[in-house]
């Protein structure tokens, strides 16, 4: 019996594979990259101009105060207030918008790769079954967890994760 024990370890195949290499071969990945990249300039776009309008304002109100004062007649302080909260509320909308934003791509970009990468993993555990792997594992996410591949001992199906894919 103890003989045996040694054999059915060395039968057992285990495998590893390139997620980002595959993932980033996909026609689906591309277009999805493309889409957040847009995605991503439309909403840096409108926070610039939002900084910008916030500038702008800023920069009328101070030379209207400065205006007030070389001309001998400074604005009252009802009125400075009234502008120094506008500008508090403008900036406080400017940072939320920022984070609404930073919220709804980082949302956004889930909701388009989610589906790939669930593509992917399926794929993976077709060739697992296929080939009757104990384990495939990510290559990046082992060396990430500091876990360590013998390669000579591990069978890289990317080829074949990739061919399952069609690509």
């Known amino acids: 019996m103890l003989l045996l024990a040694p054999l059915s ?3 057992q195949k285990f495998a590893h594979f390139d997620l ?13 990259t493309a889409e957040l990249q847009s995605l991503g300039e439309q909403y840096q776009k409108n926070l610039e101009d939002m900084q910008k309008e ?13 205006d007030a004062k070389t ?9 400075q207030k ?14 939320q ?3 609404d934003n930073e919220k709804a791509f980082t949302e956004e970009r889930s909701k388009k790769l989610q589906p790939i990468i ?15 792997y104990v384990y495939i594992i990510d290559v990046q996410s082992a060396q990430q967890a500091n876990i360590f591949i013998n390669k000579s001992l591990s069978e890289d199906v990317t080829a074949k994760v990739k061919a399952k894919l069609g690509i």
């Open 71 to 79: 001309a001998g007649k400074p604005l009252p302080e009802n009125i």
């Open 118 to 132: 669930q593509k992917v993993m399926d794929a993976v555990s077709a060739i697992s079954s296929e080939g009757s």
């Open 54 to 66: 916030l500038q702008a304002k800023n920069e009328k109100y101070t030379k209207e105060i400065e």
């Open 97 to 99: 918008a920022a984070q």
């Open 20 to 32: 980002q290499a595959t993932v980033e071969a996909l026609p689906a990945y591309k277009t999805a």
């Open 82 to 95: 009234r502008y120094a909260d506008e500008l508090q509320t403008m900036y406080e909308k400017l940072q």
């Open 9 to 11: 370890l060395s039968a």
